[in-house]
């Protein structure tokens, strides 16, 4: 079952967040402080989510917007992760995302480049990777940047198509 993000649920599972979510925000420059981030996924413009193993939030996810046109897909779980639970985040997530794609021009994701299985989560959603960013994360990691092209164009397609059309 999903709802709606709260800084409970959001506590719950940041505090029992993955080791290899804990690295990908480290790398990226957000902070791994539970409290800190339950608060910043809460308070960032942009909708939020919470998945549950019954009454157990396992998983928040959400899209945070970056501008009011370009949104960036984020994700923390813990270990009590089932298959059966990432089918679920799986289907929400293509239905949030695709969602999100119809209003926004681009909707991205940051991955880091030795996570082979969030690089199959986000490919599974629709991503593609646009680059890589050498060296970028904090301790000289290479990140990934995962653009959503969804299963039939995308919005970011649409843009260029735009500007194409329009100069």
């Known amino acids: 079952m999903f709802r709606d993000l709260t800084l409970a649920d959001a506590l719950a599972v940041t505090t029992r967040m993955r080791q290899a979510d804990r690295d990908c925000l480290h790398a990226v420059g957000f902070t791994t402080d539970p409290e800190e981030l339950a608060l910043y996924h809460c308070r960032s413009e942009g909708g939020g989510w919470t998945l549950f193993d019954g009454e157990d939030p396992v ?5 945070r917007l970056a501008t009011p046109w370009v949104g960036v897909v984020w994700i923390v779980c813990t270990d009590r992760m089932t298959p059966a639970l990432w089918k679920k985040l799986i289907r929400h997530g293509r239905i949030v995302v695709g969602n999100a794609s119809k209003r926004l021009r681009r909707v991205e994701s940051y991955v880091l480049s030795t996570w082979k299985e969030a690089q199959s989560l986000a490919s599974r959603q629709g991503f593609s990777v646009e680059g890589v960013r050498h060296g970028a994360g904090r301790d000289g990691e290479d990140i990934l940047t995962m653009v959503y092209r969804g299963h039939h164009g995308n919005s970011t397609s ?8 329009h100069g």
């Open 59 to 63: 998983a928040i996810c959400g899209i």
């Open 158 to 165: 649409r843009h260029r198509n735009h500007r194409r059309q």
